[in-house]
């Protein structure tokens, strides 16, 4: 049973727009939430996080969206460009744990 | 600074043969963590080790087993290979361990373990 889910696969956006990338979750002890960027022959790279005590954090063109009562986030990239094109992994934590649980990954391919 | 490295790139055993992969951290980090990535799938937690102990475990069988050395660098070991072990590993340092609030971790490339 997936308690991360990120239910869609891939995800194309012309340069210059905003990518939205959605995350769904279904335990409600988890309380601290990151996304992670993977390029080929590469391993994740973190790229930002969200404690459940905040609804948004902001990181240059990045932006976490958190809604608790739908057990839902977002990752916001504006603009897009070229190189964000890459998977990008929702993981979420529970309690003291250190141990994240991660989604499959969203494909996102950014178009010159 | 050098970054999380592991060894070997790629690797093809056959099933029922063992496999050791491994890992070196971080300079700075003493705590490693060990995924396993299957096709389409996200990174699956297996254990992690912190000052040489293991400091949790996924749900993995015991054919899993880890060490974790002085200098923090740290092997993976699977016994009795499957099929179905065929995936990326992927290996995470960081710093702190129990009672740390340290979440972020630093990946490795990874090793592609084909078991055929």
């Known amino acids: 049973d997936q308690q991360v889910k990120q239910n869609s696969p891939s995800l194309s956006v012309q340069e210059g727009r905003i990518s939205i990338l959605n995350c769904d979750y279904t335990n409600s002890m988890f309380d601290y939430f990151l996304w992670y960027k993977k390029y080929p022959a590469e391993g994740p790279t973190f790229l930002i996080s969200i404690s459940s005590i905040k609804d948004k954090n902001e990181d240059g063109r990045f932006t976490v969206f958190l809604n608790k009562s739908a057990k839902h986030l977002s990752l916001h990239i504006v603009p897009s460009q070229p190189g964000d094109s890459a998977v990008y992994f929702c993981?979420?934590?529970?309690?003291?744990?250190?141990?994240?649980?991660f989604g499959r990954g969203t494909s996102l391919i950014v178009h010159p | 600074e050098t970054g999380v490295t592991q060894s070997p790139t790629h690797l093809i055993k056959t099933r029922g043969q063992q496999v050791t992969l491994r890992c070196s951290s971080q300079?700075?980090?003493?705590?490693v963590s060990w995924y396993q990535q299957a096709l389409g799938q996200g990174p699956q937690f297996i254990f992690q080790y912190y000052r040489e102990e293991e400091n949790g475990r996924g749900n993995f069988p015991p054919r899993f087993s880890g060490l974790q050395f002085p200098n923090y660098s740290s092997e993976l070991n699977v016994n009795a290979l499957e099929l179905d072990d065929s995936a990326l590993y992927l290996c995470?340092?960081?710093?702190?361990?129990?009672?740390?609030?340290?979440?972020?971790?630093?990946f490795g490339p990874g090793t592609r373990l084909t078991v055929t």
């Open positions: 995470a340092s960081s710093w702190g361990g129990p009672g740390t609030t340290s979440y972020e971790q630093y």
């Open positions: 300079s700075g980090h003493n705590t």
């Open positions: 993981a979420a934590k529970s309690g003291g744990s250190y141990i994240p649980t």
